[in-house]
């Protein structure tokens, strides 16, 4: 598995949840579980994702700004959940944010995937795109079980 494989795995897991956050109601336990949900796997990816991927992209010039943005986006969606987490889960505010994480996180995993991961696919070599796999994965189920 290489490295853009590892991380789609990941975003097709944030993509269900946020989706499937979005069509709770109230203050249910299936609100709770999959927002708590969406927070770690988010959290965890994010860690792993700056270190594993956007970092060595950095070194280069053509992948130097798209991974600023992607690790700037990290930190909008942080603070996202951030204001979920001070939100009454029953009001209608939190649905109104939990929609605009929906759409950040979408927005972000598009992002990667139509124009961060063709220009990574051109600077990183295939030796790198296997091992930053292996050391994504690796740091990713540690930053899981953190949680």
């Given at each position: 598995?290489n490295i853009f494989e590892a991380l789609r795995t990941s975003h097709e ?121 292996r050391e994504y994965e690796g740091e990713f189920v540690s930053q899981r079980?953190?949680?």
């Open positions: 598995m897991t944030q993509r269900q949840l946020a989706d499937n956050l979005i069509k709770t109601s109230g203050a249910s336990p299936d609100r709770d579980s999959l927002f708590k949900a969406l927070k770690t796997e988010l959290a965890a990816h994010a860690a792993a994702e700056e270190r594993f991927f956007y970092v060595p992209l950095i070194a280069h010039d053509m992948t130097q700004e798209p991974s600023r943005h992607g690790i700037a986006e990290h930190h909008e969606m942080d603070e996202l959940v951030e204001k979920l987490e001070e939100t009454d889960p029953s009001s209608p505010a939190w649905i109104a944010v939990a929609k605009e994480l929906h759409q950040k996180v979408h927005h972000h995993l598009n992002d990667e995937e139509q124009g961060i991961f063709q220009l990574a696919g051109k600077v990183l070599s295939e030796a790198e795109k296997l091992s930053l796999a079980l953190k949680d």
